[in-house]
């Protein structure tokens, strides 16, 4: 498997403007999560789905922030309009479970997606 | 409000010496504790994880352990190699829910 892929790696837009990032989770993972990494805060979870299903979207930041996952392969997170605040870099993460101990709850990342709004 | 912290945002250790990297968390349900490791430029990765019933966890250059009184975890990484320069990501796991992250330690090894 070729592990989580995101598109695009770079994206710069200017303000205002929608922005759209992909992501294709792992074959047979059944939870994908969606990270923005922060010098302030880290590794910040935005939301999460669960076959397909949003779980958790407490971390989204503002209404101009949406995602979905459409089938098991395929999920996007949108911001609309985007702000220069949003730039960040924005990773997706894949994994067959959330719970503890072994594999469970290993997350497998992207390579992440830079995003810069001017 | 953060629930697993790394105070150091950067460390600076020799080739050859030990490197302790440090993690806090406030919530006391936390099962289950992982290392991530990040180099620039790519997702970060998995390193070592720890069981809450645990204290210690070895994988080769890599122990990690925890002390739940303290609500403290910390990884160790001896010797330290160049190629072990990177950011560190500490994080946590409660039962089902989500994996919570810190804001990471950026770990320098000077030959």
């Known amino acids: 498997d070729a592990g989580v892929i995101q598109s695009p790696r770079h994206e710069v837009t200017e303000m205002g403007q929608e922005v759209t990032l992909r992501c294709k989770p792992i074959s047979g993972h059944d939870y994908l999560f969606w990270y923005r990494q922060t010098m302030m805060r880290g590794l910040e979870l935005l939301i999460y789905?669960?076959?397909?299903?949003?779980?958790?979207d407490s971390g989204m930041p503002e209404d101009r922030f949406s995602a979905k996952m459409p089938n098991a392969s395929f999920s996007t997170l949108k911001i609309q309009p985007s702000e220069p605040r949003d730039s960040a870099v924005y990773f997706c993460?894949?994994?067959?479970?959330?719970?503890?101990?072994?594999?469970?709850?290993?997350?497998?990342f992207g390579q992440g997606t830079r995003l810069t709004v001017v | 409000d953060q629930q697993v912290k790394q105070n150091s945002p950067s460390l600076s250790v020799q080739e050859g010496r030990i490197s302790i990297l440090n993690c806090d968390y406030t919530n006391s349900m936390f099962d289950y504790f992982l290392w991530y490791k990040k180099y620039p430029a790519e997702g970060p990765t998995f390193l070592i994880s720890?069981?809450?019933?645990?204290d210690k966890n070895e994988d080769g250059r890599f122990t990690v352990f925890l002390n739940k009184s303290a609500k403290h975890l910390s990884l160790h990484i001896v010797p330290s190699q160049p190629g072990d320069s990177a950011v560190y990501f500490c994080a946590a796991i409660q039962g089902a829910q989500k994996l919570v992250f810190g804001q990471g330690t950026r770990l320098t090894i000077n030959p």
């Open positions: 789905f669960n076959n397909n299903v949003p779980i958790d």
């Open positions: 993460a894949s994994s067959l479970g959330v719970g503890a101990g072994g594999e469970q709850g290993l997350a497998f």
């Open positions: 720890i069981s809450s019933i645990k």
